[in-house]
């Protein structure tokens, strides 16, 4: 029996071995990489991982169904995983929003906890106002699910909370998560603009947290200008552009239903965006046939892939997308192009824009590339997480 000052001896965890006695060097271990154990494990377990001579690498989640064999957590040899664990590492991802990025002062929308730039594999927490949204990635995060939401409504006192996991995931990973009840929409606000954010209204919350910098940027660099929004989702980028003093504003996009989201918030703004439902091709074919053009444009299409063996496909769809958004752009005129596909790197992304200008006879001139805010960190170790590319170019 222990002694009163003594602690308990920590629990034996069940071991995985490397089949390499290097560090894999990335947090994502997978199955090819791992000797299978002997004994089944649950999805989600914490274990030890040795490399292949026995030597301690780190904790990890374990899951024998899932791509991601291991997501290593800590190298710490004493640190357990456990609801302490979780509380220390969202107390020190919302120390950095609060503390070092002072968002509360530019927003009320911004993201909590991203994943592996916080070292928490496997979740993600946006804020809206009072409401939490926890999108859960690994069975592991999931078996922990009671010690994150208690964390969390110790810095967000009284708040929301909405958690869910794509279905896709839940299969892959072998969880079952039961979202709760979706909650009544709310209003943010960024930069002094309001915003209407709706989590789990099928739209992804109608409002992007991670382009956030980029409107305010492009933005300024619009002013006076003619805008058109294309992909423009629910019009964030044309409406902080005719608020920062935009000649005019269009947007368009093909869902019908996030743009009367998109114009009750040029409305709750005060400001006068044009939106129309249509394919971006099509809208923009017969613009150029009427022989519109706008000096600011932004394309800022959805993820396009989560395959890698279709990002060459992806590449494709975005050349012919900034082609054709050229056609519209007088000489000296503004492209913001944005990629979200995490599996398209930043020097595909630049490739792709040299082989259009080619193509078009046209010099586009890179002012600055940019990717999402500060409250979406990413490891040195893990590219995955820069996933956004946002390149503004003069076209000349």
């Known amino acids: 029996m222990n002694s009163p000052d003594q602690l308990p001896p920590a629990p034996t965890l069940p071991v995985i071995r490397l089949k390499s006695d290097r560090n894999p060097g990335h947090p994502w271990v997978w199955s090819a990489q791992i000797y299978k154990p002997e004994s089944k494990l649950p999805p989600g377990s914490v274990v030890e991982v040795q490399d292949m001579k026995g030597r301690f690498v780190g904790r990890a989640f374990w899951n024998g169904h899932a791509r991601i064999a291991l997501r290593l957590l800590d190298s710490h040899p004493d640190q357990a995983i456990d609801a302490g664990w979780i509380a220390a590492r969202i107390a020190r991802a919302v120390q ?47 078996r922990f699910r009671e010690a994150i939401h208690a964390a969390l409504l110790t810095h967000f006192p009284g708040a929301r909370l909405y958690w869910f996991a794509e279905s896709h995931v839940q299969k892959q990973e072998s969880f079952d998560c039961r979202s709760g009840d979706v909650p009544t929409a709310v209003e943010v606000h960024e930069h002094g603009l309001r915003f209407h954010a709706a989590p789990g209204s099928g739209h992804k919350t ?59 918030n040029a409305a709750a703004n005060n400001v006068a965006v044009t939106f129309e439902q249509s394919d971006i091709f099509d809208w923009v074919r017969a613009a150029v046939a009427r022989g519109e053009q706008y000096d600011a444009v932004i394309l800022d299409p959805a993820k396009l892939t989560r395959d890698r063996s279709k990002v060459m496909d992806a590449l494709k769809k975005y050349f012919a997308m900034n082609r054709m958004a050229l ?49 979406h960190p990413f490891r040195t170790d893990v590219p995955e997480g820069r996933y956004l590319k946002a390149m503004y170019c003069r076209v000349d």
């Open 206 to 264: 109608g409002f992007f947290a991670d382009q956030r910098d980029n409107r305010k940027r492009f933005a300024e660099l619009a002013k006076g200008r003619r805008v058109l929004d294309l992909c423009c989702n629910a019009g964030g980028f044309a409406v902080h552009a005719m608020a920062a003093g935009a000649r005019e504003a269009v947007g368009v996009d093909l869902d019908a239903g996030i743009l009367e989201i998109a114009r009750a």
């Open 96 to 142: 950095l929003r609060r503390e070092w990025l002072q968002l509360d002062q530019v927003s009320d929308a911004w993201r909590v906890v991203h994943s592996e730039g916080d070292d928490l594999s496997g979740l993600i927490v946006d804020r809206y106002a009072d409401i939490l949204v926890i999108e859960y990635f690994a069975a592991g995060m999931w």
């Open 327 to 375: 056609d519209i752009i007088p000489p000296g005129g503004l492209l913001l192009t944005c990629s979200c596909t995490g599996l398209v790197g930043e020097s595909e992304f630049l490739e792709m824009l040299r082989r259009v200008a080619l193509n078009a006879g046209r010099e586009i001139q890179v002012l600055e590339v940019r990717g999402a805010g500060a409250d």
